[in-house]
T-cell receptor, first 114, second 114 residues
């Protein structure tokens, strides 16, 4: 069966520090990968998606970037964090073959910026 | 106007009650509809996945889609305290780019008390 791992679960960072969040998927090949941010009391906002190694599309302009160095690894980064980057970050995957597949989520990273 | 509207609640019901959760949407191109359950400090878990109009049942859960009214519902029968969570509706268009962008409601907080 497929599993998705995100780490760390919780992170507290000072303003202006760098960020690296990692997500890996097991049990499937060539998945679509996604990064979302969820603000308190709000739905999920898609930040980035990837259909293959090195292929990244951004949904919203922001202080963050994403990379996919391996087929089942997706990384969310920032060079200098802002207070507004606080939130709950979720990684998700879906089957690549066929566009109409549901997405499955990891358990997220709760990021607090001080 | 948001593309997807969902009453944030909170909704509090006694154990054994029938729960009705709803979302309305404005984009008639949405064809695939999902319900996710999200426990506190966890990622969303896919509950139901339906295509176009009609009903789908899975155990105590029934998903209903009315495309003519742009309205979807999730019914939970014989609700249990373990059903206490935030419920998110999500939807996407058919076809188009393969990444399958989802549009989420903001989530309804449900509490089932013993």
């Amino acid at each position: 069966s497929q599993t998705i791992h995100q780490w760390p679960a919780t992170l507290v960072q000072p303003v202006g520090s760098p960020l690296s969040l990692e997500c890996t998927v097991e049990g499937t090949s060539n998945p679509n990968l996604y990064w979302y941010r969820q603000a308190a009391g709000r739905g999920l906002q898609l930040l980035f998606y990837s259909v293959g190694i090195g292929q990244i599309s951004s949904e919203v302009p922001q202080n963050l970037s994403a990379s996919r160095p391996q087929d089942r690894q997706f990384i969310l980064s920032s060079k200098k964090l802002l207070l507004s980057d606080s939130g709950f970050y979720l990684c998700a995957w879906s089957v690549l073959a066929g566009p109409n597949q549901p997405q499955h989520f990891g358990d997220g990273t709760r990021l607090s910026i001080l | 106007q948001k593309e997807v509207e969902q009453d944030p609640g909170p909704l509090s019901v006694p154990e054994g009650a029938i729960v009705s959760l709803n979302c309305t949407y404005s984009n008639s191109a949405f064809q695939y509809f999902m319900w996710y359950r999200q426990y506190s400090r966890k990622g969303p878990e896919l509950l139901m996945y339906t295509y176009s109009s009609g009903n789908k049942e899975d155990g105590r859960f029934t998903a209903q889609v009315d495309k003519s009214s742009k309205y979807i519902s999730l019914f939970i029968r014989d609700s249990q305290p373990s059903d206490s969570a935030t419920y998110l509706c999500a939807m996407r268009r058919a076809g188009g780019t393969s990444y399958g962008k989802l549009t989420f409601g903001q989530g309804t907080i449900l509490t089932v008390h013993p």
